[in-house]
């Protein structure tokens, strides 16, 4: 991510259109699923031109497509380097016009392009900076953070930089643990703040509400 340290929005100004959004995936695509639930209940606007996934065996590729979006698979062992992947899904994303890219459970590191700085969104489950970096995600956090005995759990959105869980951070929800979970109960209670979270940042940036500086995000009112 650049150094410099002067203020700087994201976009210059609130859309008046949907905001076109560029959607990452690996797994199952809960998160996308999530997006199109807001979008049909009204309260998220946004077009999905194009789903990149990482892996061509993931569950939300047959999903994403029978829900009627485009979906490319761009598999990143395929590419002699992270840059040149890198390349590869935002040569994409710039030609289907997005906007936004959002990382939902997309699991290889990505090189982000100066063009793209602030413009990439990720979401982890838990309060950065604990139990984040590389070889946390999925249940492994949830499994980290009973195992350390932490009172409270939920999870961060933050505009993603070249480093695992890294970026300005957006906003975060919490969410009690209990002294009986097991990482699946945890995870379940973490994904409903992500269903709430998630969308929410997506509002404030197509609102141009996020100014970044340095390593902070500020919510304009």
């Given at each position: 991510m650049s150094s410099d340290s002067s203020p700087h929005r994201p976009l210059p100004a609130p859309l008046d259109r949907p905001l076109r959004l560029g959607v990452l995936i690996s797994g199952g695509?809960?998160?996308?699923?999530?997006?199109?639930?807001?979008r049909e209940a009204g309260r998220l606007d946004v077009e999905i031109p194009i789903v990149i996934a990482s892996r061509s065996g993931c569950g939300g590729v047959p999903r994403a497509r029978a829900a009627g979006l485009s979906v490319e698979v761009i598999r990143p062992k395929e590419y002699e380097s992270t840059r040149a992947f890198s390349e590869a899904v935002f040569n994409r994303m710039d030609a289907a016009r997005v906007d936004l890219v959002t990382t939902a459970g997309f699991l290889s590191l990505l090189e982000?392009?100066?063009?793209?700085?602030?413009?990439?969104?990720?979401?982890?489950?838990?309060?950065?900076?604990?139990?984040?970096?590389?070889?946390?995600?999925?249940?492994?956090?949830h499994e980290a953070v009973i195992a350390r005995g932490a009172?409270?759990?939920?999870?961060?959105?933050?505009?993603?930089?070249?480093?695992?869980?890294?970026?300005?951070?957006?906003?975060?929800?919490?969410?009690?643990?209990?002294?009986?979970?097991?990482?699946?109960?945890?995870?379940?209670?973490?994904?409903?703040a992500e269903c709430e979270a998630y969308p929410e940042a997506i509002r404030l940036f197509a609102a141009g509400r996020l100014e970044v500086e340095g390593r902070r995000t500020r919510i304009l009112p």
């Open positions: 695509g809960t998160t996308l699923f999530n997006f199109l639930a807001q982000i392009p100066d063009a793209w700085r602030h413009r990439v969104m990720n979401i982890h489950p838990a309060l950065i900076p604990s139990f984040c970096g590389k070889g946390f995600y999925g249940h492994h956090v009172k409270v759990s939920g999870c961060t959105v933050h505009f993603a930089d070249n480093e695992y869980d890294a970026g300005p951070i957006i906003l975060q929800r919490c969410v009690p643990v209990l002294d009986d979970d097991s990482p699946e109960s945890l995870a379940a209670r973490v994904f409903v």
